[in-house]
C-alpha cells in the first residue's frame, strides 16, 4: 500500500529530542482520529498504526460485509459485490479492512495535519523544557555563550535549549564572548509569552554552596554541612561551616592543603575573597570569627535589638570594615546582628572622641563616621577624604569640613 510517510511529510518533526516515540506515536493517532471524527462522525473502525522506527503510518478501515443495497452508513458497511473485489472469499457478516491511501486526504486536510503535529509538538517540547530545568533549580549547568547582549547573556545548553543569564546575575568583572563556556546555577524557570524562561545565576550564594559541594567531598557527602553563605559577588564572600564529627575540621578540609580546593573556586569566582569560618551558637564568638581578619578586643552585645559594639585596636578597624566595607556589612547579614566597630580609646591619650565636637558637628554626621569605626577625631584624620567619601554617605564638602574643625583642635 501507500503508506503515509512521516520522514518525508513530517521529516522536521523528527528533531525534537525532548519527546519520546511513545508520546509521538500517541500524538499522531490522536491527530488522525480527529480528522477521521470530522469526516466520518466516528473513527471507532480505523485502524491507526504509527512506526516511528520506519518513519512511516497505516491507516485501515474496518467494515461489515452486507447485502447489496442494504447499506446504511457508507463508512462501517460495504456491500457484498464491493467485498468480494477485495477478497473473493469474503461472505455477508464478515469484516473486511482496507488501506486507506494517501490520495484519501486532500490538501487542505493533509496542511491541517501538519499544523495540528506542529503545535502540539511544539506545545509539548516547551512544557518538557520547563519540567526538566524545573527540577535543576538550584544545579549547576555547564553552557555555551551564543549571544552577548547589553542587559543578559543568551547561552545554549548541550541540547540546543535557550538559557538567559542576567546582567543582574553576573559577576561584576565577568566578560564572556560568543563561543564561551560558562557555569552558573540554575536560578528560576518562568513561563513568559507561553515560552519557558530559564534564569541562571553567576551572583547567587547557591552557586557558590554547589561549588563546594564539586570541590569538597565532605560537604557533598554531608560530612560538613554549610549553614550559611553571604556574598558581595566578585569581591567578597563568608562561609560558615559546621561539623558533627569532632575528627574532622571543616575549615581545613574547605580550604584544603595550601588551598588546594578553594583557589578553583576562587578563580571560577573571579578572585572573590572568601572566608570560611566555623559556624558556632556562641553570638560574640561568631562575631569575632565573622569579622576576621580583623582582630577585636571586646565585644559588647544587645540581644534585644540585635546590635554588635565591637573595640578595635587602630590598626585593625580598616580590616574589619574590610574594602568599600563589604567585610562589616557580610560579617553583619552573617551574623544577623548590626555590627559598629569602635578604636580603642585608650591607645592615644592626646585623641579626642567625635562626640567632643557636638557642638560643631552635626550628631548625624559623626554617627555616620561612627559607623565606619570613627569615633575620634584622629581616626577620621588617618583616612583620606576620598577614603571617607566612599565608605561613608557624606558628601565631600561635608568631610572637608570636618577635617578643617578637627585639625583645628590639634592646631591649637
Not at 535589638?305 to 590598626?315: G, I, N
Not at 559598629?340 to 555616620?368: G, H, K, M, N, Q
Request: with cysteine.
Amino acid at each position: 500500500m501507500d503508506n503515509i510517510n512521516l520522514v518525508e511529510s513530517f521529516s522536521e518533526f523528527k528533531e525534537f529530542k525532548n519527546i519520546d516515540r511513545s508520546t509521538m506515536m500517541l500524538i499522531l493517532e490522536d491527530i488522525f482520529k480527529n480528522m477521521l471524527v470530522k469526516k466520518y462522525g466516528s473513527a471507532d473502525n480505523f485502524d491507526i498504526i504509527v512506526n516511528i522506527d520506519k518513519g512511516d503510518l497505516e491507516l485501515w478501515r474496518n467494515r461489515v460485509i452486507v447485502e447489496d443495497g442494504k447499506v446504511e452508513n457508507p463508512n462501517e458497511e460495504i456491500e457484498y459485490s464491493d467485498a468480494i473485489k477485495i477478497e473473493p472469499d469474503f461472505e455477508i457478516g464478515e469484516e473486511v479492512s482496507e488501506p486507506v491511501k494517501m490520495e484519501f486526504f486532500g490538501r487542505r486536510e493533509i496542511l491541517a495535519i501538519r499544523q495540528n503535529l506542529a503545535s502540539k509538538i511544539l506545545e509539548l517540547e516547551k512544557d518538557s523544557i520547563y519540567k526538566k530545568y524545573q527540577e535543576k533549580v538550584g544545579d549547576i549547568i555547564t553552557a555555551e555563550v551564543y549571544q552577548v547582549w547589553k542587559k543578559e547573556i543568551l547561552a545554549l545548553d548541550d541540547e540546543g535549549i535557550e538559557l538567559i543569564l542576567p546582567k543582574t546575575e553576573q559577576i561584576p568583572s565577568d566578560f564572556f564572548r560568543k563561543g564561551d563556556t560558562v557555569r552558573a546555577v540554575v536560578s528560576r524557570v518562568e513561563i513568559k509569552n507561553n515560552n519557558p524562561l530559564i534564569i541562571i545565576s553567576r551572583t547567587s550564594p547557591v552557586f557558590l554552596e554547589r561549588l563546594f559541594e564539586q570541590e569538597v567531598p565532605e560537604v557533598y557527602d554531608g560530612l560538613i554541612t554549610i549553614k550559611k553563605i553571604v556574598r558581595a559577588p566578585g569581591e567578597r564572600a563568608k562561609v560558615a561551616v559546621e561539623s558533627y564529627d569532632d575528627r574532622i575540621d571543616p575549615v581545613g578540609a574547605c580550604v584544603g592543603m595550601k588551598g588546594s580546593r578553594i583557589h578553583g573556586i576562587v578563580r571560577e569566582l573571579r578572585n572573590e575573597n572568601i572566608d570560611v569560618i566555623n559556624f558556632t551558637t556562641n553570638s560574640s564568638l561568631y562575631i569575632t570569627r565573622a569579622l576576621s581578619p580583623a582582630k577585636i578586643i571586646s565585644i559588647k552585645i544587645d540581644e534585644k535589638d540585635k546590635r554588635a559594639d565591637v573595640y578595635l585596636k587602630p590598626d585593625q578597624v580598616s580590616l574589619a570594615i574590610g574594602k568599600g566595607g563589604y567585610n562589616i556589612k557580610l560579617a553583619g547579614s552573617l551574623t544577623g546582628y548590626e555590627i559598629d566597630v569602635y578604636r580603642d580609646t585608650e591607645v592615644d591619650s592626646e585623641d579626642v572622641a567625635l562626640s567632643e565636637f557636638s557642638d560643631e558637628i552635626e550628631a548625624w554626621i559623626i554617627d555616620e563616621l561612627k559607623k565606619v569605626g570613627c569615633d575620634t577625631a584622629k581616626s577620621v584624620l588617618n583616612y583620606t577624604i576620598s577614603d571617607l567619601a566612599a565608605r561613608t554617605d557624606l558628601e565631600e564638602e561635608t568631610i572637608k569640613e570636618v577635617y578643617r574643625i578637627l585639625r583645628a583642635e590639634f592646631e591649637e
